[in-house]
Structures are given as C-alpha cells and as structure tokens.
DNA sequence: ACTTTTATTTAGATTTACCTAAACTTTATT
DNA sequence: AATAAAGTTTAGGTAAATCTAAATAAAAGT
C-alpha cells in the first residue's frame, strides 16, 4: 500500500463514509460538503486518486472506493477510533471533544504503533460513539443494523450508537443524560414535526427533535 | 502563540536543538544539515519565521530563537518527549523505536491533550533517552550538566542520557546492555584512538569507539 | 422539446515548502 | 592584500493542495 498524504486520507475516509451512508456513486458536491471545500477542489483530488488507483472516477459520474480503496479507508477508520477510545478511556475525555483530536492523530502512520495501541486498550471493538472498529486486517464486524430512533417501533430502547460526532449534537445528549448504553421509554410520537417525547428511568420526561432522533442509534430491549 | 506548520516547527526545534549545543548563532549549513535538507530552503524559511518574529535573523550572520521563539521550541519538546514516555511506558516500545513516531505526534497540537497526558504518566521528568520534560508552563529543570563519557574523570560511573536518538546508537547500546541507569566501570583508556575498555557488573569488558563515548552521558557514583 | 437550474469541470492563480544553479559575502590561505 | 575556498543568498522553478470565475454538462421544469 502506498503512501498517502494527510489531504488524500481525509478524502479517502470521507468517501467511504458517504458510500456508507447509501450514496451509490459520490458527487463531487456531496464531498466538497463533507470535507468543507470547494467542488473544483474535489475534481482535482479525484484525478489524482483514480492515477493511484483507490477510486473509480468518470467525469460527472461520481466517485467509488475501488477494493485498494477501501482498505485504506478502513485503516485510517481504524486508528481514528482507536484513539478516540485511547482518549475517552485513558485521557477521561468525554466523546464531544475526541473526534477532533483523532482527526488529527489517525495520521500518524505505523501499524506496530496501532496494533499495540489496540493492545494496550483490549482491543476494544467499539469506539466512544458506538461505531465498530475494524481489525488489524480490515474486518469491521458486522455492518451494524443501525436503527434511527425516530424510525424505531419499540417502546423501550437502548442507545447503542450516534452518528453525528458534532459537538453540538454530543453535548445536547450530555445535557440530556442521553450516553452509549441509555435506555429510553418513548412517551409519545407527535406527527405535527416528527419530535419524540422521552423518558430516563428516575428523571423528569423530554422532549427531542427529530433532527436529534434521526441521530441516536437505538435497538430493543 | 500563533499557529505555526510542521515544517516550522520543524525548524523551531532543530534551532533550539542547535542553540543548545552551543552555536552562538545557529548558521545555515547547519540547520540545512540538522533538517536534511537545503541551504537555500534554510533561507527561505529563516525569512517566514523572522517574519512571525520567532527568530533573529540578518542576512549572512546565522539564526538565534527569540523569546517567542523559544517558549514555542519548548512546547514542541514538551510534546516530542511525553509521547515516547508514552510509547515506552505503556506500549512497550523500546528507546530505539520512538523517536521516529514522537516526531510526528509530537505536531497534534492541544494543550488539554498534553496535559492530560503528562498526568496519565504520572508527570515524567526525563524521557527514555534521559532527557528533561519541560513542564505546562515550559520550565525545564535545571540544563542538566551532562559529562560525556570520554571526558568523566571518574572510574565508577553511571548513565543518566544518550545525545543521539538514531537507531544506530541505541541498537548498539542494546547490544553492549547500556540503558539509562546503567553502571560502568572504566578498565582502561587507549590513548591512540580514544577508546575506551568497560565492564558492567557481571559481564565481560568490552570497548567502545569515541565516537559513541562521545554520546554517551553519565555521573560519577 | 426547450429552457432554466444545478452540478461539475476547466482555466488560471495562490501559498507553502521544497529544489538547482548562479551570484554574492565572508573567511581562510597564500 | 590578493586570491581561493567555503558559506549564504537570490533567481527561477516544481509539486501539492487549495481557490475563484468561466465554461460545459446533466437534471429538472414547463
Ligand atoms: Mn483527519
Ligand atoms: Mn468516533
Ligand atoms: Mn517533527
Ligand atoms: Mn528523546
């Protein structure tokens, strides 16, 4: 495997995100959105990405991770979750304010460093936002049947995940008591804007957007 | 403090780097030299960081850190030396492996990160090559008088740092059993090429080249 | 089908951090 | 003091990663 720039990391690592949040084919605007850049930006990236052979790219087709790709994806995934275990676990952080700094150390490239970071940590399999890190060979686990709480039926509900990282988002859910493992009664679903009105076992109910809701992974208990 | 690239901080350091061990004003060549790279790219930058008022510099008469400069070349080291704390103490890499890594963790710039950090090793003073820590507010301990081997006058000494980092070195310092801590007896000196005969406790004597008793710095016991 | 809007690409610049080769200073040697 | 050698700077260029503005292609509306 080659060796990338930080710039071709991070775009690496954007475009496996938007492919797995359904994406058939990337746009270069949807890319240009997720890395805060400019679309010509993207269009250049893209040339020099498909030279190396880590994607699939046609003009105004869009762009996929070819299996070379997706390796490197994942274990750029790998080490940022790593770290942002080694920093909530270790460093008491609280989730809010690792992704920022993972972002930074998932470029340090050396794969002992990693494995033995992974070690040091009891190779945990899940990172402090509930999302499943792959192994030293790229093996991610299943791929997580993610259900949205404001598409889930149950009444009774555990958080297992969020998949917004924004520190807006992650400290609203502080605020509200809402961490990894929380369990939720739904009170009610109000159809008029789609909010949902929440219950903590010994506290007062609440009442969420459904923006928030679209963002807190939940499975039945 | 403003933000500075890595390859300014690069330079940050190897300055302060030079500046210790003596340059009055650290000159082109060397700092050239010390970056691996060239003279004329040395001028380019000395012209950016006088620029960001982090160094003294007039055309032909050599480089000196400011005051800015130096609480900067400080922190970098601070940084640079908790990480291979870091790396030795809880993922067991050895003193040969982490000076390489530490070069690029130590530009993942958050105090809070550092800080964090240096309270999880239990605030270190000195790193694996026996080097001083700098502290939050960049204090670091007194300059450390440090007698290189070939010049101790003393017949019982003991190992208190080595000066290079390479591999080389500490792979060959491994190899003799020499770590920080050790104790050395002098059996003899041979005038002829500055080698130098050594025992440690139990094993037999062997002999160095001046060129690593030069790196090697020890105290008398 | 034609037109408007939106998405994407190209053309041409800019900034950072390098480089080589040539010019210029400083220092050392006759 | 004159010349040679060594050290340093300038001039001019390259590659990566970005940008804006203009051109072009695709999609959506009528
Ligand atoms: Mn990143
Ligand atoms: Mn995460
Ligand atoms: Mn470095
Ligand atoms: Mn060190």
New interface residues.
């Given amino acids: 495997m080659m060796n990338l720039s930080i710039a071709e990391e991070n775009y690496i690592k954007s475009i496996y995100k938007l492919e797995e949040e359904g994406q058939e084919a990337v746009t270069t605007n949807a890319l240009a959105n997720e890395l805060d850049t400019k679309p010509a930006s993207v269009t250049d990236m893209a040339k020099k990405l498909k030279e190396k052979q880590l994607i699939s790219y046609e003009k105004y087709q869009g762009i996929n991770l070819t299996s070379e790709g997706k390796k490197a994806a994942l274990s750029i995934i790998r080490r940022h979750r790593l770290w942002e275990c080694f920093?909530v676990d270790?460093?008491?952080?609280s989730w809010e304010?690792v992704h920022e700094?993972a972002e930074?150390?998932e470029?340090?490239r050396?794969e002992?460093?990693i494995n033995?970071?992974s070690d040091?940590l009891g190779n945990p399999q899940i990172d402090p936002h509930g999302d499943p890190i792959p192994d030293a060979l790229g093996k991610m686990g299943k791929p997580r049947v993610q259900t949205p709480l404001h598409k889930a039926k149950a009444k009774r509900l555990e958080v297992v995940a969020v998949s917004d990282k924004s520190t807006a988002l992650l400290e609203f859910l502080n605020a509200k008591g809402i961490r990894l493992g929380t369990q939720l009664d739904v009170i009610e679903r109000y159809e008029f804007d789609n909010s949902i009105e929440l219950k903590i076992r010994n506290q007062p109910a609440f009442t969420i957007s459904e923006q928030v809701s679209k963002n807190i992974m939940v499975k039945p208990i």
């Fill in positions: 920093l270790k460093l008491s952080f304010e700094l930074e150390l470029h340090v050396s002992k460093l033995r970071l040091f």
